[in-house]
Structures are given as C-alpha cells and as structure tokens.
C-alpha cells in the first residue's frame, strides 16, 4: 500500500518549513496570528481545527486526536497516512491538521482531498517484462 504525504499536498511543505523556521508557528495559538493555516485546513480538508474541535466525537470514538503525535502518527500510516518528516518524525505542524483529517478520514465531517487512482499498469515493470520476454527469446 502506498502511503499518502501530507508534507506532499500543496501548502504543507512551506508551513512545516516556517515552522522549522518559528517554533511558536507549531503552537496552537499560532493559528490567531497566522490565518493561512487555518485557510489551508479549509482548503484541504473543508474544516479547521477549531471547527473540528466543534463537531461532537460520534459515539465509539477512541479520541485518537488528543493522543501523542508520535501515537497518531502511527495510527495515521496504518489508515494509509504518512504525517512524518523525512526522518520519521511526525510534522512540527501536525497539531494545526490532525483532528481535521481524522474527522475527514473516518468520514465524520470535512473531506480528504483528491488522490489519482493508482495505475492499473506501471510502465517500468511492464518495459521490464517486456526486455525479459525478449532476452528468454533470443538466448533460445
């Protein structure tokens, strides 16, 4: 299973960039000063993080958005989420957009954006196979 980047949707790159950067920028209350963060959870996931923290927990929630970022980390790549870095630590701004994209992508409010369907047919293998088919032809 291909795991889907956060850091790779359009706008998270430079946001965990600034907040390398600013520390403060990771902070909660960074949101009141920066409105492009909440901007950005609304264009990517229709909701912000204080509208999301509005939406009741649908009964059987396991409150897995005010556990560790490490844990949700974790749990996000098991849903087929990668919301690490390039050295596996979870994203500096993972607090601004982790309880939208739960809610998103347990299909409670929000949406999750856009993914392609993978290619039925990879054009690397299917070049490879075809070199193979060819060179088991003329070894005979």
Request: charge should be negative; glycine fraction near 6%; charged fraction near 35%.
């Given at each position: 299973?291909?795991?889907?980047?956060l850091i790779?949707?359009?706008?998270?790159?430079?946001?965990?960039h600034?907040?390398?950067?600013?520390?403060?920028?990771?902070?909660?209350?960074?949101?009141?000063?920066?409105?492009?963060?909440?901007?950005l959870a609304?264009?990517?996931?229709?909701?912000?993080?204080?509208?999301?923290?509005?939406?009741?927990?649908?009964?059987?929630?396991d409150?897995?958005?005010?556990?560790?970022?490490?844990?949700q980390a974790?749990?996000?790549?098991?849903?087929?989420?990668?919301?690490?870095?390039?050295?596996?630590r979870?994203?500096?701004?993972?607090?601004?957009?982790?309880?939208?994209?739960?809610?998103a992508?347990?299909?409670?409010?929000?949406?999750?954006?856009?993914?392609?369907?993978?290619?039925?047919?990879?054009?690397?293998?299917?070049s490879?196979?075809?070199?193979?088919?060819?060179?088991?032809?003329?070894?005979?």
């Amino acid at each position: 299973m291909t795991l889907r980047r956060l850091i790779d949707l359009p706008g998270f790159a430079d946001l965990e960039h600034r907040a390398l950067m600013k520390p403060a920028f990771a902070d909660p209350e960074a949101r009141r000063e920066f409105p492009e963060i909440d901007q950005l959870a609304r264009d990517t996931f229709g909701l912000t993080a204080d509208e999301a923290a509005q939406i009741p927990d649908p009964e059987g929630w396991d409150g897995i958005d005010i556990k560790s970022m490490r844990d949700q980390a974790d749990q996000f790549e098991r849903e087929g989420w990668d919301v690490t870095d390039d050295k596996r630590r979870p994203l500096r701004i993972l607090g601004h957009f982790s309880h939208p994209l739960w809610l998103a992508l347990r299909g409670v409010a929000g949406t999750l954006p856009f993914a392609p369907e993978p290619d039925a047919t990879d054009p690397a293998l299917t070049s490879l196979a075809a070199e193979a088919k060819a060179f088991q032809r003329d070894k005979r």
